[in-house]
């Protein structure tokens, strides 16, 4: 491996023959000679590439470099720099294939794997701890791409550059990025369609999404005049795109024979938090033939639940009857506990056919499905053609099962079977008014809320199997039949099969109210009516009566402070009309005390549960209005009648929902909307009126324009030269903002810091920072009612590794020529706020020393103020980079990395 670093030790050995042969003028000639006659000759075989890692512990990683080159190319390397991200790198050594000596004559103990005679294999693996929590990314840049990549211009002189983001976040959890199963070498033939997957595994069961990128060159940019595949042949173009749920990559016809390459990321999700991406750079060899591919027949989705045996047939067919290899990878067959099995059928003419087998158990169960990928290839020349299918597996929970409920009082005591898989983190109680008859379909996990269930409690703990309802200490309605359904729940938000619904009813021996409706609105005479069922089942013995209802009053939705405002003597009194009620800005919550009144036997049967009013809250936006609904009532409300007052002044509906929350859209803005809402509900047991209909307020809202403008999208490139970020964002006014007014450049911070401020009009900034071209940007806009968000944008991150870093020559030629006189760092170097350089003589006295990192060294000695003698010198370099945020002191972060080398005076 030759690189720039390699050159200066070329250098050193060199030295005294430069000295002997050539003046001072021609060294940088020479230099440069040395560098790039190697360099060209010996970097055109980067292929393909990806870096992975995997959680060890704490804060270490081990991290692999894999990557696919051109065989025979003298290039080949017996080890790669790797990047940390944190400031650091490492050269890894190769660890996969024999021991030997490569194409360009160097001996490696490891030479990689030929996959074919053009195709080598290698893998780099190493092991890094970092300092402290923190989102890195890792890269490697190599030279070169190989020679004649048909959409990336002048490939042999473009730089591989792979990078993987690794985010370390405690509250997150440890994390392992995703697995690639299937290479990222394939071919195809003109006029069929390709397709590709990466075969990604995550090992920890997050979420993966894919996406396409641009392939990248030097300094991690973007490569210039880079073309997706199907952009290169311009007369019959067709469609390169990525599936971004299953990472399925189809090119639909390529039309022009030669090699592709093309870059994917595939990123992490936990709980919707971005955790990390992985780059893979891949290629693809088009070939002209009259081959067609081979067809794939196995079901696309499927499910198991745990502790049954899955039985996947599949069957590969072939219409050229040449003979096909049918393969199958994914994250089945390389679990630790119970894998898959699939035994590669014997290749056959024309089809062939095996079964994937998986004993599934508890430890398998998910909330992501399992994905197996079928490959069938078949034998054609000149390319072998393939069929590649994705099948999806959902390992599911077995229901919970044997549960009961047993009535007591006014709750419910419920009871189940401890759930089988003892990996359960708990279990979740769904309860709902009357029977719903659900029944789970297949592969069906958890209870919809179709249902008419709600879940009124999650349990911690595998082995709960009891848990008493009562309400959360208000009691259920007496006389009304309750439902439950019990499922088990796991860490990774999987969720088991429902169980069986069991159902039981409370004794009727309590008033039940059935109406809390609003009949008129006003800050202070409106009036709501009320109603109630009286009871059916009282006891004789113990409740004689006579009976009173006492009824009580309460601001809001619950009964916390409650005022009695009526009594009623006869149980045949079940209505009341409150008056006098600031209904437009509160709801009213009612609660009935039933009192058995007998003579010298007085005492409180029982208190109802809170029944509230419904009340609407109205959220105004552009052009349009968002109505919520809320009540606090012990039935169940099924649907809501959304009205508007039209011009007439007369309440139309305008919509039936199912959810108590509606958006009216299409409004003008500023002009006034008055809506209510009629809530349809039910108890589900027979014996009550049914539906229960209820209205609420009247209320009104005006739409406004208040929804800042989307972020825009934003680019930045680096130059190092001048120490500049250049950005450019998106124009907002075609798009989500056509009254943009301002944009608005932040470094993120805590706080962020502003930048600058720019006119509607102006789309690009060039940036000088102070200190460090590290650190993450984001642009937001502002519309021309000031509307702006600076709490959702799309961020950009530039870091000291996009520049050269801080480097030191090993020999100048001080004697005042203007020629390298001075000892100098090369040039292109950012975020180095200080150093601290000693220059040595070979008998360890200090000659020069300095904290500019410009040093600008004449190569006087600092004693004596006289020139140094020529000859060899060691020189250490302290150089403290800036890494964090310079214009907030909190998080700015100095990195230190030490430079130690001889350096060569010359005169």
Known sequence: MITFEYSTELLNITTKMIKQTIRKSIIPVLLFLLLTAGFRAMATHQRAGEITYRHISGLTYEVTITTYTFAPSAADRCELTINWGDGQSTVLPRNNGPAGTTPGNFFCEHTGENITADIRYSTYVGVHTYAAPSTYRIWLEDPNRNLGIQNIPNSVDVPLYIETLLVVNPFLGSNSSPVLLIPPIDNGCVGQPFIHNPGAYDPDGDSLSFRLVSCKGAGGRDIPGYKLPNEVDLQTPGTFTINSVTGDVVWDSPSRQGEYNFAFLIEEWRNGVLIGYVTRDMQVNIIACNNTPPQLHVATDTCVIAGDTLRLFVRATDADNHRITLTADGGPLILPVSPATFIQPDDSAGQTSSTLIWPTVCAHIKNQPYQIFFKATDNGVPVNLFALQTTNIRVIAPAVTNPGVTPLGNSMILNWDVHECSEASGYRIYRRAGASGFVPGVCQTGVPPESGYRMISELNGSGTSTFIDDNEGLGLVRGITYCYIVTAWFADGAESIASEEVCATLKRDMPVFTNVNILSTSASAGSIEL?????????????????????????????????????????????????????????????????????????????????????????????????????????????????????????????????????????????????????????????????????????????????????????????????????????????????????????????????????????????????????????????????????????????????????????????????????????????????????????????????????????????????????????????????????????????????????????
């Open 531 to 907: 109603a109630w069922s009286k009871p059916t089942e009282l006891d004789p013995v113990q409740t004689p009566g006579p009976y009173i209802y006492r009824l009580f009053r309460s601001q809001g939705f619950s009964n916390s402070v409650k005022e009695a405002i009526a009594e009623f003597n006869n149980l045949n009194d079940t209505t009341f009309t409150d008056n006098g009620l600031n209904t437009q800005s509160t709801a009213w919550a009612y609660t009935i005390e039933f009192i058995n009144n007998t003579p010298g036997n007085v005492f409180t049967i029982g208190t109802t549960p809170p029944a509230s009013s419904v009340f609407i809250t109205t959220t105004p936006s552009d052009k349009r209005i968002t109505i919520q609904a809320n009540a606090n009532v012990p039935w169940s409300n099924l649907s809501y009648t959304i009205y508007r007052k039209n011009s007439s002044g007369v309440f139309d509906s305008i919509a039936d929902v199912t959810t108590p929350s509606y958006i009216d859209t299409d409004l003008i803005n500023e002009q006034e909307y008055c809506y209510k809402i009629r809530a349809t509900g039910t108890y589900g047991t027979p014996g009550y009126k049914d539906p229960l209909i209820n209205f609420s307020q009247e209320t009104c809202e005006s739409p406004r324009d208040n929804v800042p403008p989307c972020a825009p999208a934003l680019l930045v490139e680096v130059e190092c030269d001048n120490n500049q970020l250049i950005f450019r964002w998106e124009d907002l006014s075609s798009g989500c903002a056509p009254d943009i007014d301002k944009y608005y450049l932040y470094r993120v911070g805590n706080p962020h810091v502003l930048i600058e401020t720019f006119n509607s009009d102006v789309l690009t900034f060039t940036y000088s920072p102070p200190q460090t071209i590290a650190g993450c940007f984001f642009v937001v806009g502002s519309d021309l009612n000031g509307n702006v968000d600076t709490s959702n944008y799309k961020q950009v991150c530039t870091s000291i590794d996009d520049c050269p870093r801080y480097r030191l020559p090993n020999v100048f030629t001080p004697n005042s020529d203007g020629f390298n006189d001075f000892f100098v760092p090369f040039p292109g170097y950012t975020s180095v706020e200080k150093i601290d350089l000693q220059v040595f003589n070979r008998w360890g006295v200090v000659v020069f020393e300095t904290s500019d990192p410009a040093i600008n060294w004449d190569g006087r000695d600092k004693n004596t103020n006289k020139p140094c003698a020529d000859g060899v010198y060691y020189y250490r370099c302290e150089v403290f980079e800036i890494i964090g945020n310079p214009e907030t002191p909190d998080e700015k972060q100095l990195q230190k990395r030490v430079l130690i080398d001889s350096l060569h005076i010359l005169r």
